[in-house]
């Protein structure tokens, strides 16, 4: 498999890179700076330099042509402005999919967040993580909207460094009882793109992820024999 990541230095990222490198696949990693290919290198993905605030759809289809996949791990990071909120967390988002259409590329996954059935207003929240909440909302209705992609959301509760466990709970969003909200480690959350990258049944749901008592690639078949048509 040839899979293309957005935000390619970003904690998630390399993490699915260094997963992605120990089972065979190729993975491209869209990075903003130049001084970041050495560590990309370092977790098994080619470097490819692609500002996704200045680059323009077609150039990044370039990029993407021969993927299978592409996933959209990019963000503005703490600390950034809410403009950055919507011209990294939503707009980039959008352009990796323009991209991906023009490339012939269907399979995409969205890294979103959890809290967003109910996102404040900009009335109600002002704050930075109320700018936030609304950039990914955004990004989802919009990619939703699309017929050109096969996507499947992920929505992952609180990130940590800790050493992954193995071991999620993965449900659709949505349903009962609830996922509830919890943390996840970033190498679980690696783990389950990785196996939802496997498997095209998970295509068209929206997924929320934290800690739990299941294999990330048992938690995902699960779903996907849950999808499979009767």
């Given at each position: 498999m040839r899979i293309v990541i957005a935000g390619g230095h970003g904690k998630i990222a390399l993490r699915l890179e260094r997963q992605a490198a120990a089972r065979g696949?190729?993975?491209?990693?869209?990075?903003?700076?130049?001084?970041?290919?050495?560590?990309v290198r370092e977790?098994?993905?080619?470097?490819?330099?692609?500002d996704l605030e200045a680059i323009g759809s077609g150039e990044l289809a370039g990029h993407l042509t021969g993927a299978d996949a592409v996933v959209f791990a990019a963000g503005a990071g703490p600390g950034s402005t809410a403009e950055r909120k919507e011209t990294v967390d939503r707009d980039a988002a959008l352009l990796l999919a323009d991209a991906a259409a023009a490339a012939g590329v269907r399979r995409y996954l969205l890294v979103s967040a959890m809290?967003?059935?109910?996102?404040?207003?900009?009335?109600?929240?002002?704050?930075?993580w109320g700018y936030y909440l609304r950039a990914k909302k955004a990004a989802e209705d919009a990619l939703r909207a699309r017929d050109d992609l096969d996507l499947t959301i992920l929505r992952p509760g609180k990130l940590t460094d800790?050493?992954?466990?193995?071991?999620?709970?993965l449900g659709p969003a949505g349903t009962q009882p609830p996922v509830g909200y919890g943390e996840v480690t970033r190498d679980d959350v690696a783990a389950v793109l990785l196996a939802l990258l496997d498997t095209h049944a998970s295509a068209g749901t929206v997924l929320e992820l934290i800690g739990g008592t299941v294999p990330p690639a048992q938690a995902v078949a699960a779903l996907a024999g849950a999808n499979a048509p009767r």
């Open positions: 696949d190729a993975t491209t990693a869209l990075i903003r700076d130049p001084g970041q290919a050495d560590d977790a098994g993905a080619d470097p490819v330099v692609a809290g967003l059935d109910a996102v404040p207003t900009e009335d109600e929240d002002d704050s930075i800790d050493p992954g466990t193995g071991l999620v709970r």
